[in-house]
């Protein structure tokens, strides 16, 4: 039953991820989504974020909490992935610019590709990355949907502004399936390494990469909030991938999947705190 639900999850990420970028595709045009990035100061401030500074954090993390090493390598995965398509749920729920978030995200996606396999070997030694296998998962269910969804907006718009309701609603339940089967296919394993310090770290990581974001985020509050949310949510995707193939010790995955459980349970209750700065 458990090896038939772990199967499902894989088709529910895949299903998530590539449900939500259509339907942002079908929202927006190509211009307004590259328009925000033309703001040099504003690219550089998400760098700085996304690629120097969490990754500092989490170094910092490991350091202090004194993990088994498989821990401190799950910890070091997500604080070195950026990017995810969780974001564009979280800018709704805070009901923020979802146009900014989805520029940040397709910003930042494409950097993370490049940026895992010249960085994680250096932080892990040990590990065995194929950049290809990182790659390859992420362009085909995040870039190419967006790509897609830009393509039929511009020659198709009234179809995709019908259909737009139907995959947001369809990447709502795909969310609350990936939750709840998460749950139940890895509870054992997340009990198993509850005395290890690992919650506490990985909720430090989001709250600390949360409070990277908005401090660096501006100067309105919309763009605030979009970099706050946008650096705090961690491509668990990427993540997941490097840990399957470059590790065998499964500890070093269950620590991603934690995390990605306590990115949902932290910072959806902070989205809906940020729509009532917004209103």
């Given at each position: 039953?458990?090896?038939?639900l772990?199967?499902?999850?894989?088709?529910?990420?895949?299903?998530?991820?590539?449900?939500?970028?259509?339907?942002?595709?079908?929202?927006?045009?190509?211009?307004?989504?590259?328009?925000?990035?033309?703001?040099?100061?504003?690219?550089?401030?998400?760098?700085?974020?996304?690629?120097?500074?969490?990754?500092?954090?989490?170094y910092?993390?490991?350091?202090?909490?004194?993990?088994e090493?498989?821990?401190?390598?799950?910890?070091?995965?997500?604080?070195?992935?950026?990017?995810?398509?969780?974001?564009?749920k979280?800018?709704?729920?805070?009901?923020?610019?979802?146009?900014?978030?989805?520029?940040l995200?397709?910003?930042?996606?494409?950097?993370?590709?490049?940026?895992?396999?010249?960085?994680?070997?250096?932080?892990?030694?040990?590990?065995?990355?194929?950049?290809?296998?990182?790659a390859?998962?992420?362009?085909?269910?995040?870039?190419?949907?967006l790509?897609?969804g830009?393509?039929?907006?511009?020659?198709?718009?009234?179809?995709?502004?019908?259909?737009q309701?139907?995959?947001?609603?369809l990447?709502?339940?795909?969310l609350?399936?990936?939750?709840?089967i998460?749950?139940?296919?890895?509870?054992?394993?997340?009990?198993?390494?509850l005395?290890?310090g690992?919650?506490?770290?990985?909720?430090?990581?989001?709250?600390?990469?949360?409070g990277?974001?908005?401090?660096?985020?501006?100067?309105?509050?919309?763009?605030?909030?979009?970099?706050?949310?946008?650096?705090?949510?961690?491509?668990?995707?990427?993540?997941?991938?490097?840990?399957?193939?470059?590790?065998?010790?499964?500890?070093?995955?269950?620590?991603?999947?934690?995390?990605?459980?306590?990115?949902?349970?932290?910072?959806?209750?902070?989205a809906?705190?940020?729509?009532?700065?917004?209103?």
């Amino acid at each position: 039953m458990l090896e038939i639900l772990s199967n499902l999850l894989n088709i529910i990420v895949l299903l998530f991820a590539a449900s939500s970028m259509l339907s942002v595709g079908f929202s927006y045009t190509i211009h307004e989504i590259i328009a925000p990035l033309k703001n040099f100061l504003e690219v550089a401030k998400a760098l700085i974020a996304n690629f120097v500074l969490v990754p500092i954090l989490g170094y910092l993390l490991i350091h202090v909490f004194q993990m088994e090493r498989p821990l401190e390598i799950g910890l070091i995965l997500i604080s070195c992935a950026a990017g995810a398509p969780f974001l564009i749920k979280l800018t709704i729920a805070a009901g923020t610019d979802v146009a900014l978030s989805t520029s940040l995200l397709a910003f930042l996606l494409p950097l993370t590709i490049v940026y895992m396999p010249l960085v994680v070997p250096i932080e892990v030694p040990e590990a065995k990355i194929n950049s290809m296998a990182i790659a390859t998962p992420l362009v085909l269910t995040m870039l190419v949907p967006l790509a897609i969804g830009f393509l039929l907006h511009a020659y198709i718009p009234k179809w995709t502004n019908y259909l737009q309701p139907i995959l947001s609603k369809l990447s709502s339940i795909a969310l609350l399936f990936l939750f709840v089967i998460t749950f139940v296919v890895y509870s054992k394993a997340i009990l198993g390494i509850l005395g290890e310090g690992v919650i506490l770290a990985a909720a430090l990581l989001i709250i600390g990469a949360f409070g990277i974001g908005y401090l660096l985020g501006g100067p309105g509050i919309a763009a605030k909030h979009v970099l706050a949310l946008g650096t705090a949510q961690r491509n668990i995707s990427a993540a997941t991938v490097i840990a399957t193939q470059g590790f065998d010790d499964r500890r070093t995955l269950i620590v991603v999947i934690l995390s990605s459980l306590l990115t949902l349970i932290l910072l959806f209750p902070i989205a809906k705190f940020l729509r009532r700065q917004e209103k």
